[in-house]
């Protein structure tokens, strides 16, 4: 176990406990750090003494290195198994404490600030004071509750200037009942909208970017980010929009005054630009000032409202009830109970894509997460309280005005009519009115349907409903003006697109983005001097209704993937019933104006598509990421239960790459005739004590991960730490792998460096060879002339036992002691980071092979895997120029015959290869200086024992299993010359491929020494250009020629 420093801390006394300070003094045979002293005490009697030990106020009064939970300990948590400020270690807990007094006394010092808790000393605050000298000059930034920072700013941006304007003209057109099932309706999809909102927000601490914040993290940089984007362009646009709509009620009024400034078109410029000004001074000024003129609004607009209810109530003068106004009538309110379809909008949808923007706005607290005290509870609370108030406003208003005011009215004070007069049609005339004149004609001008200020008309006192006018289109733009930086602050911080960072600086303590207000300020009036915004209008409505059906969305997916880190701790949302406001929000999306949707999804997509092509480095654990672990899950699991079938047979490697970036060419390789059909799996086995290499394998194996997915190699990264080269590999074989997604071939380098490394390495060797077989894998043994190992030229470390300290003719090296293949142990480890940006070798797998051809010697049947391999690399475009020839033994005198023979076999496979070649002449004696090299090479490796009997050559041979004897010489002789002569035909027909595929021998087990078998692999393979791919199947079919 990893022994580790431990601080110096005060002396601590816990009376009647046995503590890590008594075992670590018994331990080292001394006084340990933690040893009682006089003076110094942790009873829970004396809690004053508590300050005098830090370990005690760390827990409950145990003198130990463990800590109490603490929130310091889960704040600002990302990815799993981050370090934690304040809380120890697991090696800190778990691995022999060695006192170390210049170590781990800072973190202590900063944990115990951390808690709150008392110093430990005149040090420690002294400390405290320098590392943190401005505390307390920082002010506190303006935080808001869920009543002025949410329900009121929602309230304000619900209500507009439909509210005054449009509702009761829809009461009229729809009548009471179908108003009422509208404004039921729009309130559904926005309360189903509020919960998912409140479930997300209370998931976790929300910080600023309130919308784009919550689909973000709960979805993702990829959907969060873009509408994130057009969010925050949607609400600079509708500042615009609003202040139009207050420029518009301004320009009437001083029509009627005969005061306009130029012409009606420029007035609405003039007075936009110097509205939007002036709101933009007021956000400026810091949220303060902005919350205190949303209250002012709100109290304009709840005036106005109170205003109009009284005005119901007044009995109505002659020239009100001229204009339809009766007060309240039963007979009028059962005439406007049921509808009276008028005009192109003459619709129940029609007038619901009129009504339904009135109902959308319950963003607006969230869009100021960062500003809210709690978020967590203000957003609930105020967003589905400001739903419930401003509905029953709608509720009341279509009643009330449904139940005083007739359709149609000529508002001529001559109209008047004793009651019952003959010709008199309408109810009016039971009030002494005729309008039967006008409504024939359709020429009335007031009434509910056709008089847009009706509740100006029926109110009190006029001018207080002009002001609620003013109130509604100015709260709605300076809520709008706020969001829009708020959410872009928090997206430019976040880096998901180019060019847009500079709007993210805060200013202030409330870091207020001055920048992003100018651009929502530019933008905004951009829009007001168009002063045409009828085009624009229905594309930000359906900007807001694709973050709704995000936000719902998000709230469904979150919760169907069963992710343990969904938590909300507001409970009362159904996952089905966002899923229904999700997809009721893009229906109405298409209800309101199809082509706008159209274009919203078409910007969606185009944003989207930017993100998944950039790959932002950000890790938010969104639900994107909960959900694929689960498909993984159960596809994996599904597997399990499906049998294997030949034709279903894909080739699963597990490489032996070492680290992968070591051999760029076997990672190569392997992952091109793999990528996106099969599993690869690159292992590594670190050779030494645990304790040393544990940590090494913690700390490489993301590096190692990040290199490939840089490489673009979808490969799995794996490794072990092992007393040995052959069991590390065994464990692979055993462990690697999950269910059916299980290694069937093992993939590894040809071992160059044979003849010169240790005796034990060459048989550790060729004992993973055996073991593959052993456990029924295929083998595929990787050769290039250059050789694979470039960790010399990567000035890196490299596991000793894999061609760590190779042959100097072989051009490869690395770090390591001379001759001994052993790491330096002084060497530091390379970062993750650096491993995963340094610069990628290039290696002939990456390059376009042109006209070449694929060389295959299918010498023996191996169930059709030297065959197959090939056959998958010709299928990719780099190589799909290639032709593959396909060489096979034979006879010279059926040589036509055993041609046809494996024609037709290869056309049953139905690979495509067509051009066969028998070779007649593969048992011919090979010449006699290819002969003597062979016996050159091996003869280092022989007993020269005479042929003796084989319990004294087992004597002789003790302690060195690799040596040959000279009958095992004699036995293999046939064998060893096929090798010799199978050089000379690749040499001759395979020279200038562009890789050649060989079946190589198998030495039995026991009795073929490995020394004889490295023999027969490196004479087969010499002296060839191309790279070789010796590969052996298990002897079990993997391809199949029938249907079933």
């Known amino acids: 176990m990893a022994e580790l420093p431990i601080p110096d801390l005060p002396p601590a006394r816990c009376s009647g406990r046995f503590t890590i300070s008594t075992l670590l003094g018994m331990e080292e045979g001394g006084r340990g750090p933690y040893t009682p002293t006089e003076g110094s005490s942790c009873d829970s009697v004396q809690p004053t003494h508590l300050s005098s030990s830090t370990l005690c106020t760390r827990t409950f009064g145990y003198n130990t290195v463990d800590v109490v939970p603490a929130y310091e300990h889960y704040a600002d948590s990302k990815g799993v198994g981050d370090p934690r400020k304040g809380r120890p270690s697991l090696a800190d807990l778990h691995s022999i404490l060695k006192p170390d007094p210049g170590r781990l006394r800072t973190p202590v010092s900063d944990l115990q600030q951390s808690n709150g808790l008392p110093e430990a000393g005149p040090e420690a605050g002294l400390e405290e004071a320098e590392g943190e000298p401005g505390r307390d000059s920082v002010p506190e930034p303006v935080r808001f509750g869920w009543v002025k920072g949410v329900m009121i700013r929602c309230m304000l941006n619900i209500w507009g200037v439909i509210l005054y304007l449009r509702l009761p003209w829809i009461t009229a057109?729809?009548?009471?009942?179908?108003?009422?099932?509208?404004?039921?309706?729009?309130?559904?999809?926005?309360?189903?909208?509020?919960l998912s909102i409140s479930a997300i927000s209370t998931n976790g601490k929300v910080k600023s970017g309130g919308t784009y914040f919550l689909i973000s993290r709960s979805l993702g940089p990829e959907l969060g980010g873009s509408i994130g984007l057009i969010f925050a362009f949607a609400n600079a646009v509708a500042v615009a929009m609003h202040t139009v709509g207050f420029a518009e009620t301004v320009r009437d009024l001083l029509q009627e005054h005969n005061?306009?400034?130029?012409d009606p078109t420029n007035d609405i410029r003039i007075i936009g630009v110097i509205t939007v000004t002036v709101l933009l001074g007021i956000s400026l000024a810091g949220m303060e000032w902005e919350a205190k003129a949303q209250i002012l609004f709100f109290l304009v607009i709840l005036v106005s409202f109170i205003n109009y209810l009284v005005g119901t109530v007044i009995p109505a003068t002659a020239e009100k009830q001229a204009k339809g106004f009766f007060s309240y009538r039963a007979d009028i309110f059962a005439q406007n109970f049921v509808?009276?379809?008028?005009?192109?909008?003459?619709?129940?949808?029609?007038?619901?894509?009129i009504f339904f923007p009135s109902a959308t706005g319950i963003l607006a607290g969230a869009n100021i997460s960062g500003d809210l005290k709690d978020p967590a509870v203000a957003i609930p609370k105020g967003t589905l309280m400001a739903i419930f108030w401003t509905t029953m406003s709608y509720l009341v208003l279509s009643a009330t005005i449904g139940a005083c005011v007739v359709r149609d009215a000529s508002g001529s004070l001559n109209d008047s009519v004793a009651v019952g007069s003959l010709g008199c049609e309408g109810l009016a005339c039971s009030f002494g009115w005729n309008f039967t004149a006008c409504t024939q004609q359709q020429s009335c001008r007031y009434g509910l349907s056709n008089y847009y200020q009706s509740m100006s008309m029926v109110s009190g006192f006029g001018p207080l409903i002009t002001a609620g006018i003013f109130g509604a289109t100015l709260s709605s733009a300076l809520a709008c003006l706020v969001s829009a930086p708020k959410v872009f602050q928090c997206l430019c911080k976040d880096q998901l697109y180019p060019l847009i960072g500079f709007f993210g600086k805060g200013y202030g303590r409330n870091s207020e983005p001055i920048r992003g207000y100018m651009l929502t300020y530019v933008i905004a009036v951009g829009f007001i001097l168009i002063a045409e915004l009828n085009a624009i209008a229905p594309?930000?409505?359906?900007?807001?209704?694709?973050?709704?059906?995000?936000?719902?969305?998000?709230?469904?997916?979150?919760?169907?993937?069963?992710?343990?880190?969904?938590?909300?701790?507001?409970?009362?949302?159904?996952?089905?019933?966002?899923?229904?406001?999700?997809?009721?929000?893009?229906?109405?999306?298409?209800?309101?104006?199809?082509?706008?949707?159209?274009?919203a999804f078409g910007i969606v997509i185009f944003l989207l598509g930017y993100v998944l092509y950039k790959k932002p480095d950000v890790n938010w654990g969104s639900s994107m990421q909960a959900s694929s672990y689960n498909m993984a899950l159960n596809y994996s699991v599904g597997l399990s239960e499906v049998d294997e079938h030949i034709k279903n047979y894909r080739p699963q490697c597990l490489v032996l790459t070492g680290p992968p970036n070591f051999r760029p060419a076997l990672v190569d390789f392997v992952g091109t005739f793999t990528k996106n059909l099969s599993l690869m799996l690159c292992g590594n086995v670190l050779i030494g004590p645990q304790k040393q290499k544990m940590p090494e394998s913690r700390l490489m194996a993301d590096g190692h991960t990040k290199w490939l997915m840089k490489r673009k190699i979808k490969a799995f990264y794996t490794d072990v730490v092992a007393e040995d080269l052959r069991s590390g590999v065994q464990m692979l074989i055993q462990a690697a792998g999950l269910g059916k997604m299980r290694p069937n071939i093992l993939v590894l380098g040809y071992k160059r460096n044979w003849r010169t490394a240790s005796p034990q390495s060459l048989e550790d060797y060729?004992?993973?060879?055996?073991?593959?077989?052993d456990f029924k894998y295929g083998v595929c043994l990787m050769r290039m002339k250059e050789g694979l190992n470039v960790s010399r030229v990567l000035q890196a470390h490299v596991n000793p036992t894999f061609e760590a300290a190779e042959h100097p003719e072989n051009g490869t090296g690395s770090r390591a002691a001379p001759g001994t293949g052993r790491l330096d142990p002084l060497a530091p480890a390379v970062d993750p980071t650096t491993l995963a940006s340094e610069q990628q070798a290039s290696t002939i797998f990456q390059?376009?092979?042109?006209?070449?051809?694929?060389?295959?010697?299918?010498l023996f049947d191996d169930?059709?895997?030297?065959?197959?391999?090939?056959?998958?690399?010709?299928?990719?475009?780099?190589?799909?120029?290639?032709?593959?020839?396909v060489f096979v033994g034979g006879q010279i005198n059926r040589m036509d015959e055993e041609r046809k023979a494996i024609v037709s076999l290869l056309s049953k496979f139905r690979l495509g290869f067509h051009e066969v070649h028998i070779l007649p002449d593969i048992n011919q004696k090979p010449r006699p200086e290819h002969i003597k090299r062979f016996d050159d090479l091996i003869a280092p490796f022989r007993l020269n024992d005479g042929f003796k009997d084989e319990a004294t050559v087992n004597e002789m041979r003790q302690g060195c299993p690799w040596k040959i004897s000279d009958e095992e010489v004699d036995k293999n002789r046939a064998k060893s010359l096929r090798q010799v002569r199978l050089n000379e035909i690749l040499l001759d027909y395979s020279r200038d491929a562009a890789l050649i595929a060989i079946t190589p021998p198998i030495g039995r087990k026991g009795r073929c020494p490995s020394s004889l078998y490295m023999a027969?692999?490196?004479?087969?393979?010499?002296?060839?250009?191309?790279?070789?791919i010796l590969t052996r199947g298990n002897q079990e079919n993997v391809l199949t020629f029938y249907c079933q």
Not at 259 to 262: E, R, T
Not at 544 to 551: D, E, K, V
Not at 767 to 772: K, N, P, Q, T, V
Not at 1016 to 1028: G, N
Request: hydrophobic share 50%.
């Open 539 to 599: 594309i930000i409505s359906n900007f807001f209704l694709c973050s709704y059906a995000l936000i719902n969305f998000s709230c469904f997916h979150a919760s169907i993937t069963n992710s343990p880190g969904w938590r909300p701790s507001f409970r009362y949302y159904s996952k089905w019933a966002a899923l229904f406001g999700a997809a009721v929000s893009v229906v109405i999306m298409f209800l309101l104006t199809w082509w706008a949707a159209l274009i």
């Open 847 to 858: 390059n376009k092979q042109g006209k070449k051809t694929i060389d295959i010697y299918w």
């Open 863 to 885: 169930g059709g895997l030297t065959l197959l391999i090939p056959y998958l690399l010709g299928r990719k475009k780099r190589w799909g120029k290639c032709k593959i020839r």
């Open 766 to 773: 060729v004992g993973i060879l055996h073991d593959a077989f």
């Open 173 to 194: 057109q729809a009548g009471i009942a179908l108003t009422w099932l509208i404004i039921l309706m729009s309130v559904t999809v926005t309360t189903i909208t509020g």
């Open 1016 to 1028: 027969w692999l490196e004479t087969l393979s010499q002296d060839l250009r191309p790279p070789i």
């Open 339 to 353: 509808p009276n379809w008028r005009g192109p909008e003459g619709s129940f949808f029609g007038l619901f894509s």
């Open 259 to 262: 005061s306009l400034i130029v």
